[in-house]
């Protein structure tokens, strides 16, 4: 996992929060959430990137692989009825907000207390 800019940070704190209310009030999570979210992603990882140079690592490439990634994993599910089209829309906008290796750390630690709460549960 690298570090993201507080520009990333707080936006993908905030999808999240938002996208948790939404679900948890309505069981559903808008699609103008989600889409925001990714074109904030790739924007944001464009700006960065252009502002720290190619080196950094950022750019909307970065963003792209994020997104595609959680599709990756999360259509899947989706098929099997495992989750909803929601959840698969905000995991793609939280990989183009937050990166590929980012996203992926994101998953694991997701996969662990959603285990946790279901034992609890």
């Known amino acids: 996992m690298t570090y993201l800019p507080p520009v990333l940070q707080v936006p993908l704190a905030l999808l999240v929060?938002?996208?948790?209310i939404y679900d948890?009030?309505?069981?559903?999570?808008?699609?103008?959430?989600?889409?925001?979210?990714?074109?904030?992603?790739?924007?944001?990882?464009?700006?960065?990137?252009?502002?720290?140079?190619?080196?950094?690592?950022?750019g909307p490439l970065r963003a792209l692989k994020g997104l595609g990634l959680a599709f990756l994993v999360y259509f899947p599910l989706y098929l099997l009825?495992?989750?909803?089209?929601?959840?698969?829309?905000?995991?793609?906008?939280?990989g183009a907000l937050a990166g590929a290796a980012n996203w992926f750390g994101i998953f694991i630690l997701t996969n662990i207390l959603g285990g946790l709460v279901a034992v609890v549960l």
């Not at 929060?17 to 948790?20: G, P, Q």
């Not at 009825?81 to 939280?94: E, S, T, W, Y």
């Open 81 to 94: 009825r495992g989750m909803g089209a929601g959840d698969v829309k905000l995991m793609g906008a939280v």
């Open 17 to 20: 929060v938002i996208a948790a």
């Open 24 to 58: 948890l009030r309505y069981r559903r999570i808008p699609n103008w959430l989600t889409l925001s979210g990714v074109l904030l992603g790739i924007g944001l990882n464009w700006w960065v990137g252009s502002a720290l140079g190619a080196e950094a690592g950022f």
